[in-house]
């Protein structure tokens, strides 16, 4: 059996077994126990005109959403599915006053509130709440929005501690630039753990390390976030993240020149990753599809063009092709019987062992 006792002294802690990578039992019950309580990416406000369908992780929970702005500009997100028979409701982005489903005339409001149903004089019982569609929990943080199936706190506290060490909001005018997928041979969660600590930039990412001051890499650990801190080698101050500056929207960690800072990187349990850079914003889905692959979506917003081939953030293709291969040399080797689990580093991988806290949390 896979350990979900994760001491929370690093010091005392060993990692997660490799049972939990190659089970598929485990896959599967990630999906309910981790991915429907936690909250995902769904778009950006000024993606939406006024009805757009979604799918929450296609190919993995495959959940048919319909997110929704008001008049007012507020947005909503329900359920895609008519609560008659079951059929996905809008197929594609539209403008319209009400939602009618294609199969039997079924109506709904945009509040979600059914309408009418033709053909249904004397059933009893009807219509009750049940025909209603059910209601998403969704939630904002500057631009972007994000739902959620099953959510085990509030959005905030998923965000918890890091909103004062990121001014978000300052990101308003960044344009979305590029989207690019990449398909990894490795667990979603292999991903994220080699995401989440800076000890392999050093011996993966070589002239990443030319710019990247590796001694003075930060981790900093919330309920359901951590936030890790890059500043720059000296040669690349210019390339820093400046937070007196008015467009940059970084605060300075505690005790770093502010100048210096090359990059911070948050990353939202279990699978979502915003980098900030000088430029502006990547971000990184992680997309599950089987214990040994994984899609990862890049998404590019940048605020300032005259960045964006400086600095930690100058050739994110290259690192990832890095990331990947080391990845799944790693997907290689768990696999060995030989190999059960192993120890953290209490100085580098505080990140790493907060993720399978939370897994190990949430997957009991």
């Not at 990449?182 to 292999?190: G, I, K, Q, R, S």
């Not at 979502?272 to 992680?286: D, K």
């Not at 599950?288 to 293709?317: N, Q, R």
Request: glycine share 6%.
């Amino acid at each position: 059996m896979a350990n979900f006792d994760i001491d929370p002294d690093i010091r005392k802690a060993k990692t997660l077994s490799s049972e939990f990578y190659t089970d598929q039992q485990y896959f599967e019950l990630s999906k309910e126990r981790i991915f429907t309580k936690s909250w995902q990416l769904i778009g950006t406000k000024d993606e939406i005109d006024n009805l757009k369908p979604l799918t929450l992780l296609e190919n993995f929970l495959d959940e048919p959403v319909l997110i929704i702005k008001n008049n007012n500009g507020s947005f909503n997100c329900f359920s895609n599915v008519c609560t008659h028979r079951g059929k996905v409701l809008v197929e594609e982005p539209a403008a319209a006053s009400l939602i009618r489903c294609g199969y039997h005339g079924r109506r709904f409001s945009l509040a979600g509130k059914f309408l009418s149903m033709p053909e249904f004089d004397g059933v009893e019982n009807f219509p009750s709440d049940s025909d209603n569609l059910p209601r998403i929990a969704s939630a904002s943080w500057g631009n972007f929005l994000f739902a959620s199936v099953d959510p085990a706190a509030p959005f905030e506290d998923f965000m918890g501690g890091t909103n004062p060490l990121i001014d978000i909001a300052a990101f308003s005018g960044s344009k979305l630039v590029s989207k690019h997928e990449y398909e990894v041979n490795a667990h979603w969660a292999l991903y994220c753990e080699n995401y989440l600590e800076g000890f392999h930039i050093p011996f993966v990412h070589h002239s990443l390390n030319e710019i990247v001051d590796y001694g003075s890499y930060t981790t900093e650990t919330f309920r359901y976030s951590s936030l890790q801190t890059a500043l720059s080698e000296p040669g690349a101050i210019a390339t820093g993240l400046d937070f007196v500056d008015e467009k940059n929207p970084v605060a300075v960690a505690a005790g770093s020149d502010p100048d210096m800072i090359a990059g911070r990187y948050l990353f939202i349990f279990p699978n979502l990753m915003f980098n900030f850079y000088p430029w502006g914003i990547s971000v990184n889905i992680v997309k599950p599809i089987s214990p040994g692959k994984t899609k990862v979506e890049f998404l590019k917003y940048v605020s300032d063009e005259s960045k964006v081939e400086t600095g930690a953030g100058a050739d994110l293709h290259r690192v990832e092709l890095e990331d990947e291969k080391v990845v799944e040399s790693v997907q290689k080797g768990i696999r060995s019987r030989f190999y059960s689990h192993g120890k953290y580093s209490p100085t580098r991988e505080q990140g790493t062992h907060h993720f399978h806290r939370l897994i190990a949390e949430f997957m009991k």
